[in-house]
């Protein structure tokens, strides 16, 4: 049982290139979220996607889209990366009965935009 | 808005020393609560969570976190800390809409 799975574990990229981040699970998970992780500031909400075929803003949604392509993947991509974009992103999901809010995190991409 | 606040940002204790890594939220509504850790170069795993009930949960790896309403807290505490606990500890409340808000981590540093 692999949980949450994250493509790539690194990436560079120069300013104004295009990526997607892909995040698939295998715990038949309802909702599924991207976050990005900056030192002193924890973990913050880029998008989420509640169900299959619905997706939302969270609290940093600029610069970035997401495609909720099945049940099982959930993909983030930058358009055109700026150096605010370096981070480490992290995919996560929750949604079993009676976990209310658990979420259950990949093991992070580490993204360096110069 | 909802918020979580950990006041310290680091922390050092050596090892076998009792640990508290303090946490306060603010939310309008009855807080489901986490405490997630964070090795490096890791993801984040769950510790423990508090839904309802008991205000003392217990977690994996020997931790433990009390829920105290009047304070809006959950302040995370182990009796004897190990080398294998330094991470990044991290606060978190659920919200409406199955989402987290998370604090910005104390980084737990153990001494020998």
């Known amino acids: 049982n692999a949980g949450v799975t994250q493509t790539p574990k690194f990436q560079v990229l120069k300013t104004g290139q295009s990526m997607t981040l892909q995040c698939a699970q295998d715990?038949?998970?309802?909702?599924m979220y991207w976050y990005r992780q900056d030192p002193g500031m924890g973990l913050r909400l880029i998008y989420y996607?509640?169900?299959?075929?619905?997706?939302d803003k969270g609290e940093v949604p600029n610069g970035y889209n997401v495609s909720r392509l099945n049940k099982r993947e959930f993909s983030l991509r930058l358009e055109s990366a700026a150096p605010s974009q370096t981070s480490v992103y992290f995919c996560?999901?929750?949604?079993?009965?009676?976990?209310?809010?658990?979420?259950?995190f990949g093991p992070g991409t580490r993204l360096t935009v110069t | 808005a909802q918020s979580v606040t950990q006041p310290d940002i680091h922390i050092t204790v050596s090892e076998g020393a009792s640990l508290e890594l303090r946490c306060n939220y603010s939310?309008?509504?009855?807080?489901?609560l986490f405490w997630y850790v964070q090795s490096p170069g890791q993801g984040l795993q769950l510790l423990l969570k508090?839904?309802?009930?008991?205000?003392l949960v217990q977690g994996i790896k020997g931790f433990e976190a009390e829920f105290k309403r009047s304070q809006s807290s959950f302040n995370l505490r182990k009796p004897s800390v190990h080398w294998s606990d330094a991470a990044e500890y991290f606060c978190?409340?659920?919200?409406?809409?199955?989402?987290?808000?998370f604090g910005a981590g104390t980084i737990l540093r153990v001494k020998s």
């Open positions: 978190a409340v659920g919200i409406y809409g199955n989402k987290l808000v």
């Open positions: 939310y309008g509504a009855t807080p489901y």
């Open positions: 508090y839904f309802s009930g008991d205000t």
């Open positions: 996607s509640a169900s299959e075929g619905t997706t």
């Open positions: 996560a999901s929750s949604g079993l009965a009676g976990s209310h809010y658990e979420q259950y």
């Open positions: 715990m038949n998970h309802n909702s």
